[in-house]
């Protein structure tokens, strides 16, 4: 069968390659994939970042945003049957306290595997197999955006932790701003305004971009960092930025929110940063900021069923909040056979490879 692989470490490597069909045990599923999405972590891959192959292979299957049919089920399983539409977590589990409790996603240790990223091979490609447990069952009227669950599952623990984080206190926040408006940046600034916030979402492209609109169509105000420095932008929300979700991938901007951040507010970390940018920055004002304001940052990454169960209910509930807009959000649409690194240039909002279409 197809597969899109990489060698590790060697830059510019993706490409089209022939590999064995999975195997599968009596306890797993066979998955039939209709579709992959393609992200900035697989261009960092791709760009010889990082990423490893599983032991005994000199080449990583790539892809961990999925969507797919099941195919068939082990005799040991009882959760899918043939035809019911599936999205797969990505995380597998190590020996650790936190692994062994079902939350990978915040494994103690370095010995976790990713699918498509790190020692486990991913999902881009004709067929895979897995443990039921790993599998979240998407309802079929969500098909067509299913395939957005992977990366929002994120966004759904980076909300559900922030909110849990700031039971510390009697907090009611009001205004929220998310740095950087590709796919995690949209699906956050959703999220927080489905919670009713007023929600500012910035990026450096002028207003007109699909993103900008998207954004608008959801009741978002969309600012361009070329109309307005970001120091500026709390001044538009009254002064008070109650939550920060950064997305955009650049580790000034993000080092930047925590001087933009109100007091008792929280800071939501998202962006794999592999750049090395320098910065002068006055680290006692600072930390006198986040010590006197009680303000909070907290690092986010990856996710665990619990968060993609969520993410299942908040996409049924931003389908009848922002009709269409999840939908939109898919701009461009490349079947497997066609597939070049030329992808992982930025283009539009989500790039898709499809790969057995409904
Ligand atoms: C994936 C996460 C993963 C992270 C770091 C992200 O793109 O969505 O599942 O943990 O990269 O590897």
Redesign the pocket.
Request: overall charge neutral.
């Given at each position: 069968m197809k597969a899109v692989a990489i060698t590790p470490h060697v830059p510019n490597s993706a490409r089209l390659v022939e590999v064995p069909e999975p195997e599968m045990t009596n306890d797993q599923v066979l998955v039939r994939m209709v579709r992959a999405g393609i992200?900035g972590?697989d261009a960092e891959i791709n760009s010889g970042a990082f990423g490893d192959a599983p032991p005994g292979f000199d080449y990583l299957i790539l892809g961990?945003e999925n969507f797919g049919q099941v195919e068939r089920v082990g005799s040991r399983t009882s959760r899918f049957k043939k035809g019911d539409y599936v999205v797969t977590t990505?995380?597998r589990p190590c020996g650790c306290m936190n692994c062994g409790a079902g939350e990978s996603d915040m494994c103690l240790r370095d010995q976790f595997t990713?699918r498509g990223?790190?020692r486990e091979h991913g999902y881009l490609t004709e067929y895979y197999s897995d443990s039921e447990d790993y599998m979240i069952e998407i309802p079929p009227h969500l098909r067509e955006v299913g395939i957005l669950l992977?990366?929002y599952s994120?966004v759904s623990k980076a909300m559900w932790q922030g909110w849990k984080i700031q039971e510390r206190m009697v907090w009611k926040p009001r205004t929220a701003l998310v740095t950087g408006a590709g796919t995690i940046g949209l699906l956050a600034a959703f999220a927080l305004r489905a919670r009713g916030l007023e929600v500012i979402i910035c990026a450096r492209s002028k207003e007109g971009t699909l993103n900008s609109m998207l954004a608008r169509d959801a009741g978002i105000t969309y600012v361009s960092l070329q109309d307005t420095p970001l120091d500026q932008i709390p001044k538009l929300l009254g002064d008070r930025v109650d939550v920060i979700f950064e997305a955009s991938g650049h580790g000034p901007t993000a080092l930047k929110t925590l001087e933009l951040i109100t007091t008792n507010g929280i800071v939501l970390l998202n962006s794999?940063t592999s750049a090395a940018h320098q910065v002068t920055v006055n680290p006692d004002a600072i930390n006198m900021r986040m010590v006197l304001g009680n303000m909070l940052a907290v690092g986010v990454?990856?996710a665990n069923r619990k968060y993609f169960e969520m993410g299942v209910r908040d996409f049924e509930d931003f389908q009848t909040r922002f009709p269409g807009v999840l939908e939109r959000m898919l701009t461009r649409r490349v079947a497997l056979q066609d597939f070049s690194s030329r992808l992982f240039e930025r283009s539009g909002v989500k790039t898709t490879i499809e790969i057995h279409p409904d």
């Open positions: 992200c972590t961990h990505v995380r990713e990223i790190r992977e990366p994120i794999v990454v990856n």
